[in-house]
């Protein structure tokens, strides 16, 4: 009697190549915010929006006047540094930020999002250097905002990475392009994960 061997292999190997943001954009003003603008659609399809629209730059919200001298002048706001509106109308605003996550821009994306009355509100953030770049406590504010703006507020976490496409061979000359990853916020602390086939 001949006995059958059956032969299990994992799944072969993938390789990536990835490269630092600050290789691609040296400024987040003028370079990252730039191709963000330019690559709208690619955010709305990470965010499951349909279709994302271009609204402004730098849009000021918060404006402030005071009288001098009998006359009304701006004396603050701040500035938002995407504004988008999606297929349903909803007000999106994006932080844009290149380097990793701080307090400081934490702080501004739930400003803006608190004066703009966003219905989304969206960091965007590509560390300077190949690792990733939210720090795991934003992650863990943001989910717990989500959990108390439900059905009010959205807010999302975006990682612009350099990466090449996963192949079969590994392949140092492969030029790693920009993509966008979302933070799945609804994993808790400890369960964070990018929402793409890492």
């Not at 061997?5 to 072969?12: A, C, E, K, Q, Y």
């Not at 191709?35 to 730098?58: P, S, T, V, Y």
């Not at 932080?95 to 994306?109: K, P, T, Y």
Request: charged residues 30%; proline residues 5%.
């Amino acid at each position: 009697m001949e006995q059958e061997h059956s032969v299990r292999f994992g799944p072969p190997p993938r390789h990536r190549v990835v490269g630092r943001p600050i290789d691609r954009w040296r400024r987040e003003v003028g370079d990252f915010d730039t191709w963000l603008i330019e690559h709208l659609d690619d955010l709305g399809r990470c965010l499951d929006l349909a279709r994302l629209e271009f609204a402004g730059r730098q849009v000021a919200v918060g404006q402030q006047y005071d009288s001098v001298d009998g006359e009304d002048v701006c004396v603050g706001w701040s500035q938002i540094d995407i504004d988008a509106q999606d297929e349903h109308g909803r007000r999106v605003i994006i932080e844009a930020q290149l380097g990793d996550s701080d307090h400081r821009h934490l702080g501004q994306l739930l400003h803006y999002a608190h004066t703009a009355k966003a219905d989304v509100a969206v960091w965007v953030a590509a560390s300077r250097t190949v690792e990733h770049a939210f720090l795991r406590e934003h992650l863990e504010i943001l989910t717990d905002l989500n959990d108390r703006y439900r059905g009010e507020r959205l807010f999302c976490a975006v990682e612009a990475r350099l990466e090449s496409p996963w192949t079969l061979v590994s392949d140092p000359d492969a030029t790693p392009v920009p993509c966008l990853h979302r933070i799945d916020l609804t994993g808790g602390p400890g369960g964070f994960r990018f929402t793409d086939d890492r």
